[in-house]
């Protein structure tokens, strides 16, 4: 089982979320700015979305300045947005275990705080 939290230092967001959620010592924590996800990594989160779309941040300044909304992106643009740059990865992710949590939503928020119950 895995217990791991990626997030950017950064985001003000993110450190809002991580505060909140508390997590103990058992989760790994990865700065992704620091240390960006490599493809296994990226395989992992993959196999828990079953998609590389949801992984992927549309609200960066990247995606938006390069008007990539427009573009028709497929999965492996998506997979390859994500491994050429740490702000494509939607964040913070939370792996708890079998879950999944991915991005900053309140509703996102509340169930990875439900699953740490």
Known sequence: MMKKVYYLSTCDSNKRILKELNLSKEFVKQEIKANP????????LYNYTGNYENLVNKRSRLYTSRKLSAKNLTEIDFKNLILEHYTFLKRPILINDDQIFVGNSKSVVAAALESLR
């Open 37 to 44: 996800v490599n493809e296994k990594e990226l395989e992992k």
